[in-house]
């Protein structure tokens, strides 16, 4: 059964902590994508990766960080520079004609 | 600026009936464009892709078009029915070759028995 696999679902983080999200795919994908979704707004992409050992910023990558060392694995790094943390995280793999297969999120929360 | 639109407010729809969401874009030259269902609390599930040299595509009860002159795509649900009920998200390739989507908003369809 292919698909994205986000963990865990729900995530607490405590102020000044940095924290990673997983996002691991068995889709045989080359492109993989992080995106951030807030209450009443659209999803804003945070990072991608066009294949493994390369990524690029998307529009609000700052007080994030990602890596891509494997294929399947594209893990998110809640740093304590991301001063508005709590979201909900959405991780996908792109290919054509078949668009974006997204995780279920993490939910994120400051306390 | 590069903007997508979608209407903000619910469409409330009895079922049987036909559902028809608006997204327009400014700004933006898609190769293709993409819509999107999402459930409260869930990632989106991808529906169906059209693409800039394709007027209109169809998918079991779902039918797109897409007009690049007006900078627009209509997507309709025909037959709706309660378990429709969902947000649906419109996403354009928002830079050409790197397959980066960009959404928008979403549109909450509420079928009514």
């Known amino acids: 059964d292919g698909g994205i696999t986000q963990s865990p679902k729900y995530l607490f983080r405590k102020e000044g902590q940095n924290v990673t999200l997983s996002c691991e795919q068995n889709?045989?994908?080359?492109?993989m994508y992080w995106y951030r979704q807030d209450p009443g707004q659209g999803l804003r992409l945070i990072y991608y990766?066009?294949?493994?050992?390369?990524?690029q910023k998307g529009d609000i990558a700052e007080g994030y960080s990602v890596s891509r060392e494997k294929k399947e694995s594209f893990p998110l790094t809640v740093t304590s520079a991301q001063k508005n943390p709590t979201a909900f995280y959405l991780c996908?793999?792109?290919?054509?004609?078949?668009?974006?297969?997204f995780g279920s999120g993490t939910r994120l929360t400051v306390v | 600026s590069q903007k997508i639109e979608q209407n903000s407010e619910a469409l409330n729809i009895q079922e049987g009936k036909t559902a028809t969401l608006t997204c327009n874009y400014t700004?933006?030259?898609?190769?293709?464009l993409q819509w999107y269902r999402q459930d409260p609390g869930r990632g989106p599930v991808f529906l169906l892709l059209?693409?800039?040299?394709?007027k209109e595509k169809r998918k079991e009860r779902l039918k797109v078009t897409f007009d690049t002159t007006l900078k627009q795509s209509l997507f309709h649900i025909t037959a709706s029915q309660p378990a429709d009920s969902a947000t649906y998200l419109c996403?354009?390739?928002?830079?050409?070759?790197?397959?980066?989507?960009?959404f928008g908003k979403g549109n909450q369809v509420v079928v009514i028995p």
């Open positions: 996908a793999a792109f290919r054509e004609d078949y668009g974006y297969t």
């Open positions: 889709l045989n994908h080359d492109a």
């Open positions: 990766s066009q294949i493994v050992n390369d990524f």
């Open positions: 700004n933006y030259s898609p190769a293709y």
């Open positions: 059209i693409r800039e040299n394709e």
């Open positions: 996403a354009l390739d928002g830079s050409r070759g790197n397959n980066r989507l960009a």
